[in-house]
């Protein structure tokens, strides 16, 4: 059994270099996907990705509840890809906030710390392989708004804590993979 993080920024061929892992493993192929349409251009996206992938996968959509997800479908002859990280910590984030205010939206929503450790934990205790998709966010320069800033931090720390998980981490630019870790 094997977790891996594929981390990168906007548009590096991180998802791309997951799916071929995943493909190469052989095993039976489980896509987490954790977008939501909420808006044109993100359907799109997500159309995109569907008709990307083949009958070989089996395709979960989980926005919040993803430890449950990990766990439901993790198993010794199954390799679960979960796309992305940062989309999901955005819907964990902001799944409560009714405005976005910049002032009191630093404190998470309730669910926030409940959901983060329900994950991190099915994780840990991944029957079979995972192979995990996230974005680097903290190495452009600060951002100026609150709420951008608290974002940030929160990425940081979750791919800190999945990364820590994780025998193995990839780091994409230009489509090209470095191996960080294993």
Same mark, same amino acid.
């Given at each position: 059994?094997?977790?891996t993080l594929i @981390?990168? !920024?906007?548009?590096?061929g /991180? #998802? &791309? +270099?997951?799916?071929?892992?995943?493909?190469?493993? =052989? /095993?039976? %192929?489980v896509?987490?996907?954790? &977008?939501?349409?909420?808006?044109?251009?993100m $359907?799109?996206? @997500?159309r995109?990705h *569907?008709?990307h992938r083949?009958?070989?996968?089996?395709?979960v959509?989980?926005? @919040?509840?993803? !430890?449950a997800?990990? &766990?439901? +479908? $993790?198993g010794?002859?199954t %390799?679960?890809?979960?796309?992305?990280?940062?989309?999901?910590? #955005?819907? %964990?984030?902001?799944?409560?906030? /009714?405005?976005?205010?910049? @002032? =009191?939206?630093?404190?998470?929503?309730? #669910?926030?710390? *409940?959901?983060?450790?329900?994950f991190?934990?099915?994780?840990?205790?991944a /029957? =079979?392989?995972v192979?995990l998709? $996230?974005n680097?966010?903290?190495?452009?320069i600060?951002?100026?708004?609150?709420?951008? *800033?608290?974002?940030?931090?929160?990425?940081?720390?979750?791919?800190?804590?999945?990364?820590?998980?994780c025998?193995?981490a990839?780091?994409?630019?230009a489509?090209?993979?470095?191996?960080?870790k !294993?």
């Open positions: 059994m094997t977790r @981390i990168g !920024g906007a548009r590096s /991180k #998802s &791309a +270099h997951a799916e071929a892992l995943a493909i190469a493993s =052989g /095993k039976q %192929l896509y987490i996907a954790t &977008a939501q349409a909420q808006d044109e251009e $359907s799109v996206r @997500i995109h *569907r008709e083949d009958e070989q996968w089996q395709t959509e989980e926005p @919040i509840a993803l !430890g997800a990990l &766990a439901g +479908h $993790s010794p002859d %390799l679960v890809m979960v796309d992305c990280l940062t989309v999901w910590l #955005s819907n %964990l984030l902001f799944s409560e906030a /009714k405005d976005f205010p910049e @002032i =009191g939206l630093i404190n998470p929503p309730a #669910s926030f710390h *409940r959901e983060r450790a329900l991190l934990q099915a994780l840990e205790q /029957k =079979g392989d192979i998709v $996230s680097e966010v903290g190495q452009g600060v951002p100026q708004g609150a709420v951008s *800033r608290w974002f940030v931090d929160e990425a940081g720390r979750l791919n800190q804590a999945v990364a820590a998980c025998e193995r990839i780091f994409i630019v489509g090209l993979p470095l191996t960080l !294993g």
